[in-house]
């Protein structure tokens, strides 16, 4: 595995590898992998001739008073996990060399941003289509992975991938869990003890709103109240949003009659976790 | 030459010619070609191996009043223009394919993009950036050449270029004139006889602020001056801004001890018509 910081060098073995006509698969993460992470990089693996994986925690995602500078870090045991996996190259580029002092470029997305997380963190899809437009520029690869744990920012990729007309393919893959049903993440590692266990709320509302649908319901009020009676009842949680959202727009619907997207997110302690589950059509 | 009107087909194309390690070469413009289009492909031919051409009247960089509308157009003979000069592919995608009903990505710069034109045209150079970002995806060249006639374009797209890290190079070529020193321009046509006439006093303008650095003046705001009172003259000339700034910042200087941008627009009847100079510090 080759290991590359500079953002040109990266670039130069991107021009490389496409005028070779090799298919380039590309994992963008910020580190302290995890096995959803991971599950995500075999997806990946499976698919293309050479793996590129990218460990950034982007600063222009984050809001001023969130946790950039706490978010966890450790790139050798990435680099570690990394390799494990057949990654062929961890792109690990300083910020320095990806927002030099007069940077002044953004990619916006103006409709699927607004909602959900776009509410609470008003500035992080901007964050997140500038640096993924950047990281495409720079490793382009033939697809890249995301996870459907971020499932708003999935829908905000692939709206501006095809608006500007990356020559990319996005894949989404599954949502890894823990045993007790919590979504992988590496936020949960600022759960305290209390705080990991009552997190679970969080998809046991989600698969009760599954059951419920299964069983017939289809007016969202009731089902988005299930998730806030399963979040009320903990001592530690707060209830960020629950919504459930047409998948083509990202607006809310009071009736489920097509495919839904049902969107958690919730505080336990400092740490804002995020889940959600997709209902289709073809299961109503 | 081959015309490709299909964003897909295109695309298709390109990524073949990037697989084959093939230079391509690629101008973009809104068609009605003149000497100064010409001289661009020109340039752009001698140096790739593939040259491609784009005609696209892009809505998203006109303002609500402005000229879209009336904005000039003529494909066939664009296609007579660009075969003559040894064009590969001609690219005219149609509005609805470049667009999408529910489109709602924009790339935007938020600094060299505020003053001049940006001052006037708010909304102007987001459309610029959007759709040279989406064309570049498109058509993946390994170089694309502007025009310095639009001066501050240039230095926003290559800004964009950096920031977001596109595997292009941008090459500016110099202004093209009419015998009377009008810089060559698509707009000219909507100038009567009389306009036509008096609008040569913007170079004039330009032309004696150098006149009068060669001599020592180094002061703003003498040669500023120097250009109102040479529109004011005319009869059917009003000026928009007259303006000497940093060619790094675009910002205003008082002293001229640097490299500057000398920038004018001018409306002569319904034509608002941009010119400029740069002025390097070694002329001083």
Redesign the interface.
């Known amino acids: 595995m080759r290991l590359v910081h500079g953002?040109k060098e990266m670039?130069t073995i991107?021009?490389g590898l496409?005028?070779g006509?090799r298919k380039v698969g590309f994992v963008p993460t910020m580190g302290y992998l995890h096995d959803g992470h991971l599950s995500l990089i075999r997806l990946a693996r499976g698919m293309c001739d050479t793996l590129v994986v990218s460990v950034f925690v982007n600063p222009t995602q984050f809001g001023p008073s969130e946790d950039f500078a706490r978010y966890p870090r450790d790139l050798e045991r990435d680099k570690r996990l990394c390799e494990s996996e057949g990654t062929d190259i961890l792109f690990a580029p300083e910020t320095s060399d990806m927002y030099?002092e007069?940077?002044?470029?953004?990619?916006?997305?103006?409709?699927?941003s607004l909602p959900l997380c776009g509410r609470s963190r008003p500035t992080h899809f901007r964050g997140v289509?500038?640096v993924v437009?950047?990281l495409f520029?720079?490793v382009?690869p033939t697809f890249a992975v995301f996870g459907q744990k971020d499932a708003q920012q999935a829908f905000v990729i692939k709206?501006?991938v095809?608006?500007?007309?990356?020559?990319v393919e996005i894949i989404v893959a599954p949502i890894v869990r823990e045993k007790d049903g919590l979504a992988m993440s590496s936020r949960n590692r600022y759960l305290s003890p209390k705080e990991r266990k009552e997190a679970t709320a969080i998809f046991r509302a989600l698969s009760r709103v599954r059951q419920m649908v299964q069983e017939g319901e289809r007016r969202a009020l009731p089902l988005i109240k299930v998730i806030r009676d399963e979040i009320v009842r903990t001592e530690t949680g707060q209830l960020d949003y629950a919504e459930i959202v047409d998948t083509k727009?990202l607006s809310p619907v009071e009736v489920i009659d097509d495919d839904v997207l049902v969107a958690v997110a919730a505080w336990f302690g400092d740490a804002r976790l995020i889940d959600n589950i997709i209902i289709r059509k073809d299961e109503l």
């Not at 002044?104 to 103006?110: D, H, L, R």
């Not at 095809?162 to 020559?167: A, K, Y």
């Open positions: 953002v670039q991107s021009r496409r005028e006509g030099p007069d940077f002044s470029t953004y990619v916006v997305e103006e409709k699927l289509t500038t437009a950047k520029n720079i382009q709206r501006m095809r608006d500007l007309n990356f020559d727009t």
